[in-house]
């Protein structure tokens, strides 16, 4: 693969959640296009991975659920890099359980990763990039967040309030600071191996119009694409990239 967006050279990304499955292609993609890339994740065995395997990258070990790492995360950024251009809200977690069975703890950790580590990360962003003229804020959503998916209550709710507040985002920082969601539907990372058995996937598989699971890979082209100025009127959307699920 080579580089797509010439304009990306040395623009200032972080990617959340980035060392593992979607935000792992995210970042291998964009350090591609020659960007500056920092990481936050709150897995530190997986960021030292990912450091030895992609080249002058910046490592953030925070867990986005909790507001004082994020905010002490974005400090670091700003000495190393003076700023960031990209934000990529992509950590996020899900539990397979029915929506009975759900306990109250297992709703507020899927609700403080994927719900409230956006907001904490896209605040910290927003400021920032209000205050140099500019700036993209992705939010990795889902379809999930307006097709509720059975056994997935908890997580259908965060994705679609993930929506909402890109919409909300978007609105308030026109026209400087942009804000668009990316709703993949069956994506096959690590966590989603986890969850599914190989008849499940393949079930799976037959249900899809292009009869397969996207690779992360893919997700990751639809961000440096948003990214790219070739996409710089677009804002307040959700990009839908699920092999026709949804139709």
């Known amino acids: 693969m080579t580089a797509r967006y010439p304009e990306l050279h040395d623009r200032r990304v972080l990617v959340t959640g980035g060392a593992s499955g979607i935000g792992r292609a995210t970042v291998e993609r964009f350090r591609l296009e020659g960007a500056r890339v920092a990481v936050m994740d709150r897995d530190g065995d997986a960021l030292h991975a990912l450091a030895l395997a ?3 990258l910046m490592t953030l070990p925070a867990d986005v659920a909790v507001s004082s790492e994020v905010a002490d995360a974005f400090r670091a950024l700003d000495g190393a890099f003076g700023g960031v251009d990209v934000l990529i809200a992509n950590a996020g977690i899900s539990l397979r359980h029915a929506f009975a069975d759900i306990t109250p703890d297992e709703w507020r950790r899927v609700m403080a990763v994927n719900l409230d580590g956006v907001f904490y990360c896209a605040q910290e962003a927003f400021s920032r990039m209000a205050a140099q003229g500019g700036g993209l804020i992705l939010m990795t959503a889902s379809t999930n967040g307006f097709r509720g998916h059975p056994h997935y209550a908890d997580y259908n709710a965060s994705k679609a309030g993930v929506i909402e507040l890109m919409r909300t985002v978007a609105a308030e920082g026109a026209p400087s600071v942009r804000a668009n969601a990316v709703c993949p539907g069956y994506v096959l990372t690590p966590m989603q191996r986890a969850e599914y058995t190989d008849a499940m996937l393949e079930a799976v598989n037959r249900s899809l119009p292009l009869g397969r699971h996207a690779a992360p890979e ?30």
């Not at 893919?218 to 139709?247: M, N, P, W």
């Open 54 to 56: 992609v080249p002058d």
């Open 218 to 247: 893919e997700v990751a082209a639809l961000f440096a694409f948003l990214a790219s100025d070739d996409a710089r009127y677009l804002t307040g959307q959700c990009f839908v990239i699920d092999g026709g699920e949804t139709i």
